[in-house]
């Protein structure tokens, strides 16, 4: 793949930053699903980095050491030597293996080892310096002085046709998908200007409980798991004037991000009644 750009390439002069900044608008519709954002909000070129499936995590680097909180609240210290910058916090992804499509999975089951990965894709605070105003650059190139960037992480795309086809290798590679930022976007949590690209299978399945007080139904999920058939009921979340109009035994759509080993599925979404 042509485009990859090493730290050298993302450190850039202000004007040619400025220049490169140019809106571009298209009227071609998106073929995958939208976890946040909206294509329509990209502009091009724009930064598209792999999504490792891991799990988000703050890493805190100090002269005592370094440690990382998820949003949950767990610290995890001691585990990663690193000599690095007082009062630097980076965000990133803490991951298991290669970090491809199903190895959160691995890291669940591994969350008190040492044999974990940490990747940073964002930088908040620099020598004690907050840094979330600063461009997406400016933060890469405050980020890449104060620990590795791996450059075939990123690929800067210059079309909603380049971003589909990056997608595409991505996930040929075992990667669950991609983030695509605009090079002048700030950082900010909740809704942003961040749009999250991955594949979501659809399957149907037969009702086998509806829940009489909560939103939920469940559905009956048969898969085949090396070499095993695994019968499971999987709960699913649906709002009571959905809830109302099913009966035992209908078939519904239900969304998700894959099998679990245990045979459940993995953010399962209700996306209606199969109507024969």
Known sequence: MSGYIGVTGVVEKYYQRRMMMKVV????????????GTVESI????????????????LHIDKTGVSTVNKSGKVRSGWL????????????????????????????SHQDSDDLNFRAFDITCYKGT???NEDLLTRIELLSEVW??????YKVVNS?????????????????????????SKLRFGPCGWVKIKYKDQNDYH?????????????????????CTIEKAVGVKVCNKDKSGL??????????QGILSGGGLRHPVYKGKVVK
Do not use: C
């Open 81 to 108: 030597k690193w000599e690095g910058t007082e009062h630097t916090t980076l965000i990133g992804e803490l991951y298991y293996g290669a970090g491809k499509a199903g190895q959160l999975y691995d890291l669940l």
């Open 160 to 184: 909603l046709a380049e971003m589909y086809e990056y997608f595409h290798w991505v996930v040929s590679q075992g990667y669950e998908g991609i983030v695509v930022k605009n090079l002048d």
């Open 207 to 227: 009702i086998s409980m509806i829940d009489p007080v909560r939103e939920r139904i469940e559905v009956n999920v048969v898969s085949h798991i090396d070499a």
């Open 148 to 153: 590795p960037i791996d450059p075939t992480r």
């Open 43 to 58: 502009r091009y070129p724009a930064m598209a980095e792999i999504k490792l499936d891991g799990e988000f995590n703050y």
């Open 247 to 256: 009966s035992l035994g209908d078939i519904v759509t239900i969304e998700h």
């Open 130 to 132: 907050d840094v979330v």
């Open 25 to 36: 608008r298209t009227n071609e519709k998106m073929a995958y699903p939208e976890l946040r």
